[in-house]
């Protein structure tokens, strides 16, 4: 025993791109330490046994924390409070993040969760681990919701929004990145430059978080950082984590110029609209560029207007689809392009209209991959009420949000033939893409496979006719032609991943 008060933090696994330590209990690390607890970080991707190890870590633990994404995460957190609460019942056990800042009500009904810290979490837990050291009450701890001695739940009231540059830096000191690189493949750093998007789209949870304010650091902090981190732990690629890196340009060209004259080479990346990317000059695009930027992320989710109305989008135009396209190819930046089907209001048309939409961008400019998925409605998104009316069932428990991985939830708009369509025209989609693309990079490719596979796929996506799709069972066989790439970093996923993000 270290004699210090011991807090335990533990990241359930989950699917997706390795994106090295979670920065959400490094963060949460970082004022712990600074008050003299003693924190440990169970990571399940260094700890593959990790219900032994946090069995053994509470022991002589304060409380155990437990970060929660919607989907795979849920089981895991729910296996390990379950064994923890019949081990110990007496440990505070403590939930956080996005699912259960969304979800509060229903995640706190579980008889294995204590407490909820909803939204940024830095100052509740430190305040909250701070009560419970010195055997106080849990009352009045702003942004913390938790069940009384009576079993009553208890919300307290919101905490503000903290400034970024207010909070201590995370504590990267707890996580080698050469251990990550070891189960991962990558020396990668994860970094997050500002929080918030100042956009309101109907199907996504910023707002509800961030309450639309954009909040990021300096220049100077996030270069004076980069220089440091990089060579330190010798960071070969950085996922930036912010909402919409480019809300503020001046700031994103200062910090790639700041970055270049440092003279560190690194890769990174970021997700951004394409509203802020098109009003950028070619000059400052390329300036991301050899700043070591090498992939963009866009939520652009359709290419037809009245969708992206519906979809309170309307920030977005096709146009500036194109001129992020052309304007990252000039830079030699890859793009993915995430792309929402199914949307309630989406007619059959304007699907097809975004699939060919969307593949004449990707035959001009080869740095454009997509990521298309069918509409996921996650806990809390601003249009549920809607959603309800036309008939869709919101997951009733947290482990029902746990099953509900990317396309395989069920729309009443989208079921039997219809669904069968959607999922076999975005496949031919993918499909039509991904031949292209392999042709481009092999030459004596070009003629035999676009004349065997590619022209009975434009024809198909021409026609909308899928049945009998020969060519996806070819394709298949041949070597996952069909790709999918993560947005936050343009990595290929495997087949079975869908979950992007
Ligand atoms: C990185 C990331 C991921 C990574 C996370 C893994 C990793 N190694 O980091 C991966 C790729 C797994 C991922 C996946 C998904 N993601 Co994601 N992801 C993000 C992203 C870009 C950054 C998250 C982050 O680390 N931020 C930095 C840290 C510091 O902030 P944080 O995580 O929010 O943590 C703070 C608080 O939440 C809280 N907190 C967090 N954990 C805990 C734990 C405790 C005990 C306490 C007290 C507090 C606390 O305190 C932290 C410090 O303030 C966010 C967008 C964003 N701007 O945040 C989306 C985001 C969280 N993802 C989102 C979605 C929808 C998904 C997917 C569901 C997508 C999908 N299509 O399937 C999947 C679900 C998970 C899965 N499939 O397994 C949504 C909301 C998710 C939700 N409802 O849970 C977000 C908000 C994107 C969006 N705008 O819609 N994602
Ligand atoms: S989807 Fe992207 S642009 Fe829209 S509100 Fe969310 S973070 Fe902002």
Redesign the pocket.
Same mark, same amino acid.
């Given at each position: 025993m270290s004699g210090k008060d011991k807090v335990v933090?533990?990241?359930p696994?989950?699917?997706?791109?390795?994106?090295?330590?979670?920065?959400?209990?490094?963060?949460?690390a970082s004022p712990l330490l600074q008050a003299g607890f003693e924190v440990k970080l169970i990571d399940n991707?260094l700890a593959p046994d990790y219900e032994t190890t946090i069995l053994r870590e509470i022991e002589d633990a304060l409380l155990?924390?437990?970060?929660?994404?919607?989907?795979?995460?849920i089981g895991a957190a729910v296996r390990v409070a379950k064994a923890v609460k019949k081990r110990k019942p007496s440990l505070p056990v403590?939930?956080?993040?996005?699912?259960?800042?969304?979800?509060t009500e229903q995640t706190l009904r579980e008889p294995f969760v204590d407490a909820?810290?909803r939204?940024?979490?830095?100052l509740?837990?430190l305040e909250?681990t701070q009560r419970i050291a010195q055997g106080g009450e849990w009352h009045g701890v702003r942004g913390l919701s938790f069940k009384d001695g009576s079993g009553r739940v208890v919300h307290e009231a919101e905490r503000r929004v903290a400034d970024i540059n207010t909070?201590p830096a995370?504590a990267y000191h707890l996580a080698d990145p050469g251990v990550y690189a070891a189960a991962s493949g990558i020396r990668q750093l994860?970094y997050?430059s500002s929080?918030?998007?100042p956009y309101q789209c109907n199907?996504?949870?910023?707002q509800v978080?961030?309450k639309r304010r954009f909040n990021a650091y300096r220049v100077d902090r996030v270069v004076n950082d980069l220089s440091e981190l990089v060579p330190r732990y010798e960071i070969d690629h950085v996922?930036l984590?912010?909402? !919409?890196f480019l809300v503020d340009r001046k700031r994103a060209v200062a910090i790639a110029k700041g970055i270049i004259a440092a003279g560190i080479k690194f890769q990174w990346d970021f997700?951004t609209s394409t509203d802020f990317l098109a009003l950028m000059s070619e000059e400052d695009v390329r300036l991301l560029a050899e700043s070591g930027v090498h992939h963009i992320g866009f939520g652009t989710e359709s290419a037809s207007q009245e969708v992206l109305v519906l979809m309170n989008k309307r920030f977005q135009h096709v146009e500036q689809m194109v001129e992020t396209a052309r304007k990252t190819h000039l830079a030699g930046i890859h793009v993915v392009f995430n792309i929402i089907l199914g949307y309630p209001g989406e007619t059959e048309a304007q699907r097809q209209h975004t699939f060919r939409v969307m593949s004449e961008i990707a035959k001009d400019y080869s740095n454009v991959s997509f990521s298309p !998925?069918i509409f996921?409605p996650?806990?809390?998104?601003p249009i549920w009420p809607q959603l309800r009316e036309m008939g869709v069932r919101e997951p009733q428990s947290l482990e029902e949000w746990e099953t509900?991985?990317?396309g395989t939830n069920v729309l009443p708009w989208l079921r039997g033939e219809d669904l069968r369509r959607l999922r076999r025209s975005l496949d031919y989609f993918l499909l039509n893409n991904q031949i292209r693309k392999v042709t481009k990079k092999i030459p004596w490719a070009k003629r035999s496979v676009r004349r065997i596979l590619g022209a009975p796929v434009r024809w198909r996506i021409g026609k909308s006719r899928y049945s009998f799709p020969w060519e996806l069972w070819v394709s298949r066989a041949v070597e996952k032609v069909v790709t999918r790439r993560?947005l936050?970093t343009g990595q290929p996923l495997a087949e079975r991943?869908?979950?992007?993000?």
């Open positions: 933090l533990f990241y696994p989950y699917d997706g791109p390795p994106l090295g330590a979670p920065l959400s209990l490094l963060c949460l991707l155990l924390g437990i970060s929660v994404l919607t989907g795979p995460h403590v939930f956080g993040g996005w699912h259960a800042s969304l979800a909820i810290v939204g940024q979490g830095e509740t837990l909250l909070l995370p994860a997050t929080v918030g998007c199907y996504c949870t910023d978080f961030y996922p984590f912010d909402s !919409n997700q !998925n996921t996650y806990p809390g998104i509900l991985a990317l993560s936050l991943t869908q979950e992007v993000c």
